[in-house]
C-alpha cells in the first residue's frame, strides 16, 4: 500500500541522512515552478528532447502505428505536455489509429492540459488518468490487441538509483505485451559544468523549487520549516553521472509538524537529500534495459548529442 505524503515525510525526516522524496515536488506552485525552470537558458534538457521529437516524429510513428495497428500513447507524468505535443500534432496530421491517456498524480496538471488538449486539439482522443502510474496502467486495455506506446520522458528515470530503475523498469516490462513499445527519455553525460548550471541557476528557481517543498509540508501538514534558515546545494559527480540537490540547515534547529505530532531536530550543516537526476551513458541505458527484461530497438538523438530517447521492447 502506498504512504501518504505525511508518512512519507515522517519517515523520510526520521531516517539517517534524512531526505524527502522528489515526487512531492508537484504541487500547483511546484508546477508553476517547474514551468519557469523549463524556460530558463540553462535547463537544456526541455529544449534537447524537443528537438528529438521534432527531428524524429515520422520513425516514432512509423514504431508505434506499424502495421496501421491502433494504439494507446500512454504518457507517465504527463506534465504541460509540451514535447508531447510535436507528436500529437504530427499523429494527427497523418490520420494515425491512436488515444492519448495523460497520467499524472497532479489533478491540477491534468486538468489544465485536458484544457489546453480540447482548444488546440479538438479532434483528439483524450483519457487522462490521474492515479499512480502502475494503478493508471491496470485500467487500460491489456488484452494486447490495441498496442500500448508508453512514454517515460524528461529524464525521469533519473530520479531513480540504479536498482530502483531496474525495479521500475521490471514491474512495467511484465506489463507489456510482445508487441508494445517503451519510451524513455534519458540525459547523457556531458560537460559537468553544463550539467550543474542546469540545476544551479543563477535566477534561483532550482531553489524555490526544492524549498517549495518545505512550504508545502508548512501548508498541509502543519509544519513550521523556515526556508532561510536552509541553504540550496547540488552536486553533480562525473564518476558516477549522479546530479544530487540538498538542502542543508544552516543552524541548529527544531522543526515541529503539526500534523504528524512530531518534531524533527537539525545539527547544523545536516543536510536533507532532496533528489537524484542520474546521467546516463550508452552502455549503461544497455545495461539497464537487459538487467529489466528490456530490449533496444531504437535511440533517437538531438542534435548535440546531450540527450537520447531509448525506446524499448520486451525481451
Not at 512531492?24 to 537544456?44: C, S, T
Not at 507524468?77 to 494527427?92: C, I, M, S, W
Not at 546530479?243 to 540547515?249: E, N
Not at 539497464?288 to 548535440?304: N, S
Request: some cysteine; charged content about 25%.
Amino acid at each position: 500500500m502506498s504512504l501518504s505524503f505525511g508518512e512519507e515525510v515522517q519517515k523520510g525526516l526520521s531516517s539517517e541522512p534524512k531526505y524527502l522524496s522528489s515526487k512531492y515536488f508537484y504541487n500547483e506552485k511546484g508546477d508553476e515552478l517547474f514551468q519557469e525552470i523549463m524556460k530558463m537558458p540553462e535547463y537544456y534538457l526541455t529544449r534537447s528532447e524537443y528537438e528529438v521529437f521534432t527531428m524524429h516524429k515520422e520513425a516514432i510513428l512509423n514504431l508505434f502505428g506499424k502495421d496501421g495497428k491502433p494504439f494507446q500513447l500512454i504518457e507517465f507524468g504527463a506534465g504541460d505536455g509540451l514535447k508531447t505535443k510535436v507528436l500529437l500534432k504530427h499523429f494527427l496530421k497523418r490520420n494515425a489509429s491512436f488515444k492519448y491517456h495523460p497520467i499524472d498524480i497532479s489533478q491540477n496538471v491534468l486538468e489544465e492540459l485536458s484544457a489546453d488538449l480540447g482548444q488546440n486539439f479538438p479532434t483528439l482522443e483524450v483519457e487522462p488518468l490521474n492515479n499512480e502510474y502502475f494503478k493508471a496502467l491496470d485500467t487500460l486495455d491489456n488484452t494486447g490487441e490495441i498496442r500500448k506506446a508508453i512514454l517515460f520522458l524528461g529524464s525521469n528515470i533519473g530520479n531513480f538509483q540504479y536498482d530502483q530503475a531496474v525495479s521500475f523498469l521490471s514491474q512495467l516490462a511484465q506489463k507489456l505485451s510482445p508487441e508494445d513499445y517503451l519510451m524513455v527519455g534519458f540525459d547523457l553525460k556531458k560537460d559537468p559544468e553544463a550539467i550543474l548550471n542546469a540545476y544551479n541557476d543563477p535566477h534561483g528557481i532550482t531553489r524555490a523549487f526544492n524549498m517549495n517543498l518545505l512550504q508545502r509540508i508548512n501548508n498541509e501538514l502543519g509544519g513550521n520549516f523556515d526556508t532561510t534558515n536552509f541553504k540550496h546545494w547540488p552536486i553533480y559527480d562525473p564518476l558516477t553521472g549522479a546530479t544530487k540537490s540538498y538542502l542543508v540547515s544552516t543552524k541548529e534547529q527544531k522543526v515541529c509538524i503539526e500534523s504528524l505530532q512530531q518534531s524533527f531536530t537539525f545539527k547544523a550543516w545536516e543536510a536533507i537529500d532532496m533528489e537524484i537526476s542520474q546521467k546516463y551513458d550508452l552502455e549503461t541505458i544497455g545495461k539497464l534495459g537487459a538487467d529489466a527484461g528490456l530490449k533496444v530497438v531504437k535511440q533517437l538523438y538531438d542534435c548535440k548529442h546531450y540527450f537520447v530517447n531509448t525506446i524499448f521492447r520486451r525481451v
